[in-house]
């Protein structure tokens, strides 16, 4: 079984609807990170969560909410999806700042 | 902002050949790690590299960080198909506390042709 898991895998929306993704981890670790991944553009950090109570922004994270339901769950919403939020998403976590990160299989998000 | 740029962006190889990636920085790295992200798939770590001029070996693929610690480099040697896909730098992040974020590279793209 996956360590770390997103649902869904892929959705397509309409311009000003909610979404929500949600990621769930077994590895038990503490620190858990959402990610946009766009061509030419790597990998950019959305919002980051130290534990339950601790969540803080990342380098873009205009248009975006987070929750930590729990230590083992972090879900990512768009409030009112934009046609710019087209992108792969993908949750992550480590045990400590210096860690690997082990990313779950991504979400591919269209919004039209 | 702190940011890392990693060269070339893409890059074709006939399988055999060697290839190699490079990441650098303006600023001191306090450490760069390695993915690897297989086409459609997800970004799996390969390794950490933390000490100035530290090189470190897997099997075809040799990893440095430079004696500046401003620069990395991943070289494959006799590339395989199997090496094709998306290499990407990223330094956890410097600032106040223990952030652990990771700033990315852009990536670069292998195609191996058989």
């Known amino acids: 079984d996956a360590d770390v898991t997103q649902t869904p895998r892929n959705r397509i929306t309409k311009t000003g609807k909610r979404i929500m993704l949600e990621c769930s981890q077994t590895?038990?670790?503490?620190?858990m990170y959402w990610y946009r991944q766009d061509p030419g553009l790597g990998l950019r950090l959305i919002y980051y969560?130290?534990?339950?109570?601790?969540?803080n922004k990342g380098e873009i994270s205009d248009g975006y909410s987070v929750s930590r339901q729990a230590q083992a769950k972090f879900s990512l919403s768009l409030e009112s999806a934009i046609p710019n939020q087209t992108a792969l998403y993908f949750c992550?976590?480590?045990?400590?700042?210096?860690?690997?990160?082990?990313f779950g299989p991504g979400t591919r998000l269209t919004v039209l | 902002g702190q940011q890392v740029m990693q060269i070339p962006q893409y890059q074709h190889v006939q399988e055999g050949e060697d290839f190699t990636t490079y990441c650098n920085s303006s600023?001191?790295?306090?450490?760069i790690q390695w993915y690897k992200q297989r086409p459609g798939g997800h970004p799996v770590f390969l390794i950490q590299l933390v000490k100035s001029g530290e090189v470190k070996k897997q099997k075809r693929l040799t990893f440095q960080f430079g004696e500046a610690k401003k620069n990395s480099s991943l070289h494959i040697t006799a590339t395989q198909t199997t090496d094709v896909g998306t290499y990407f730098c990223a330094e956890a992040s410097k600032g106040s506390g223990n952030t652990g974020k990771l700033i990315f590279g852009q990536g670069t793209t292998l195609q191996v042709k058989p």
């Open positions: 590895k038990g670790h503490d620190r």
């Open positions: 992550a976590t480590s045990a400590d700042s210096y860690n690997e990160q082990f």
């Open positions: 969560s130290f534990d339950v109570k601790d969540i």
């Open positions: 600023t001191t790295l306090s450490n």
